[in-house]
T-cell receptor, first 112, second 112 residues
């Protein structure tokens, strides 16, 4: 069965520092991978997605993620965090003809 | 702008009083989803429509039903809301099941 694990429930970083949010998946087929961001009381916004091709994916708001098949990971990174990046981040996995499954989320706090 | 709209944004109902949440889309997507999200948790898929085909998750309570009268609209009906049904309800759409999902802003349901 497909599953997504986000090992970090809560991460705090200082503004301007780099960020990496971890995501590991378990999947029998070729996965499609996504990162979404959710601000309090809002819906989810897609940051980036991986279907195939280049394993380093660029997204919106300066985020990127790297697909590492050997590690079953799809970690999200940003070189310099802004206070407005404070939010909940969800990794998700899907595949052809299968519904998307979300990880439990990582809450990001940004210190001034 | 093409988008996913949910009405109302906030809904208060009484224990056992039926309630209907609405979702509309201007994206002309084939698939529409309903998720339930409780505080600090990942969105949980309740069901989805692929065009007119309804697909219910195995663990979705019978208390929850959905209607999709046309491509643009989808409704979530909660026949007899309990206190445990208080949550954020998110509607999402996608071009097909493998594609990224676009989320509405959500409806926050309170059950008194």
């Amino acid at each position: 069965a497909q599953s997504v694990t986000q090992p970090d429930i809560h991460i705090t970083v200082s503004e301007g520092a780099s960020l990496e949010l971890r995501c590991n998946y378990s999947y029998g087929a070729t996965p499609y991978l996504f990162w979404y961001v959710q601000s309090p009381g809002q819906g989810l916004q897609l940051l980036l997605k991986y279907f195939s091709g280049d394993t380093l994916v660029q997204g919106i708001k300066g985020f990127e993620a790297e697909f590492k098949r050997s590690q079953s990971s799809f970690n999200l990174r940003k070189p310099s965090v802004h206070w407005s990046d404070a939010a909940e981040y969800f990794c998700a996995v899907g595949s052809f003809n299968n519904d998307m499954r979300f990880g439990a989320g990582t809450r990001l706090t940004v210190k001034p | 702008d093409a988008m996913v709209i949910q009405n109302p944004r906030y809904q208060v109902t009484q224990f056992g009083k039926p309630v209907t949440l609405s979702c509309s889309q201007t994206l002309n997507h084939n698939v529409m989803y309903w998720y339930q999200q409780k505080s600090s948790q990942a969105p949980k898929l309740l069901f989805h429509y692929y065009d007119k085909d309804f697909n219910n998750e195995a663990d979705t309570p019978d208390n929850f039903q959905s209607r999709r009268p046309n491509t643009s609209f989808c409704f979530l009906d909660i026949r007899s809301p309990g206190l445990g049904d208080a949550a954020m309800y998110l509607c999402a759409t996608s071009r097909d099941r493998a594609a990224e999902q676009f989320f509405g802003p959500g409806t926050r349901l309170t059950v008194l």
